[in-house]
């Protein structure tokens, strides 16, 4: 069953009849919906879904309490540190569902950075993205990181530097995963993509033995993944030998994963593992 991420502005709080033709789309599909919990596009979505009575829905939130479950749907509570403010503080629950999604749809008023970067986020990801522009009534389709060049080079310059501002710099390097597979198309295959070794230098080592020492799983988990983002995902995958998908599930804010994957993914880093008796 296709997973869809469904966000946009939080300056539309009404649906034009492009976007209510897409949602009729996807709930005739019975495609499983995720959905954020702000105002705006997302209760405007989450109320044209409860309204129709769909079910097949799961409302993503940061932190531990959701502003808007129209529908009393299942709710994704994903972990964001308290130190985050803002835009940060809610990105962390848009990088995981762009990581759980197979493809996206954003409600975009042509403004919003916020919106645009969950498409970005898909994009890196490999997966295809549709972006419903209201204002102008139109519908963009992404389907590789050549679309997204297309797309950023018609953006004014104050969006272009909120973009930048507001992604992380895996998200807005060149981008180098191949595009998933899909029912529709023959995948896409390029000669260009360039793989870099992970290098984790001694401050790198030092965090996570610092995140080791606290006894922490999530700690562990949570540093263990913002370097291998940062070091760059499919190359890690590549030298553990695990999928990149899994990867991401397992390093995520919410992951759990088995011992054997994080023995992995530090050794593929060129780091091991030693036990000292505790003083």
Sequence with gaps: MSTVFIGGSRQISRL????KDRLDN???SRFKVIVGDANG???????YLHDALYKNVTVFCSGERCRNNLGGWKTHNIKASKNLKGFEFYAVKDREMAREADFGLMIWDGKSAGTALNVLRLIRAGKKAVLLDTPNKQTINFKTSAD???FVSQCSRDLIDDLRKRATTEEWAPHQRPLQPNFLDTPEVTSTEQSHPVTINDALAAKIN???AT????SVVDTLGNIARAQGMTQLAKESGLARESLYRSLSASGNPEFATVFKVIASMGLRLVVDKVT
């Design 41 to 47: 596009a997302d209760k405007a979505v989450q109320k």
């Design 26 to 28: 996807i709930v005739s």
């Design 210 to 212: 610092a995140a080791l």
């Design 16 to 19: 034009s009849a492009q976007a």
């Design 148 to 150: 997204w060049d297309k």
């Design 215 to 218: 006894g922490n799983p999530a």
